[in-house]
């Protein structure tokens, strides 16, 4: 059987160590790779599958992108409209879940942060709306969103309207002030250097969950770190939480957690 991520640019992807070290652990006959995916050739590549592939995982540019492709969705899929995994449901028809949303929120459950009420999401793609809910389901109900794209951030409005989470937007023009005891950071690490610029240093730095992850410590951990601020966490984990569910939606079973996480820390 197969499995596989895809996006673009896809090289990077630990995905493949996580899911291989898990299938190896539960004995299952499941090969997972990484396919190098544009938006463009997304459809044909849904189109390809076959019999022998149980699932694929989607990273940028491809969650928004593929709910125009397959109708069948979760809940959280929907109301994030994101979805980072195409699965077969039970009746063997090709499905959508959203497993980002409970890989930042495990992710913050077992770190030593109290996120109520508020919290800041900085960015407005695919992986904020996924933040948005995570911060949700933790009781957060005034979000703070730091982004460019004002059309990205009126569709995180209005999802935070429908979930009961009040979302005020602040474009990035001047001194960044953060709220609230949390910073999730949507932003990969080769854009960050323009927004450490523009973060004023008068303000005390809450905790960081920073997602992106390649390289780490980011520019942005790396600058929290040396600048006091709060606990810093890492995408690393939001990855590895997120898988484990695909590891049982692919798979069957439930994911080896320790195998997993024993892959991923020999790269640490």
Known sequence: MKAAVLGHPVSHSLSPL??????QELGLDISYSAIETTREQLAERIGQLDNDYVGMSLTMPLKQEVLNLISKRSAVAAETGSAN???RNAHGDWALENTDVFGITETIRRSDIEVVPSASIIGSGATARSALSALAQLGVTNVLC???NTDATQVLQRQGEAIGVDVQARTPESDIYFAGSLVISTVP??????LIDLIAASQELPALFDIAYNPWPSRLATYWTEHGGGTVLSGIDMLLWQATVQVELFGGLPAPVEAMQLAISLLQ
């Open 146 to 148: 730091i982004a460019r």
């Open 85 to 87: 995994t195409i699965f």
């Open 189 to 194: 690490s080769s854009a960050q250097q323009h």
């Open 18 to 23: 996580l899911h291989n070290a898990a299938y």
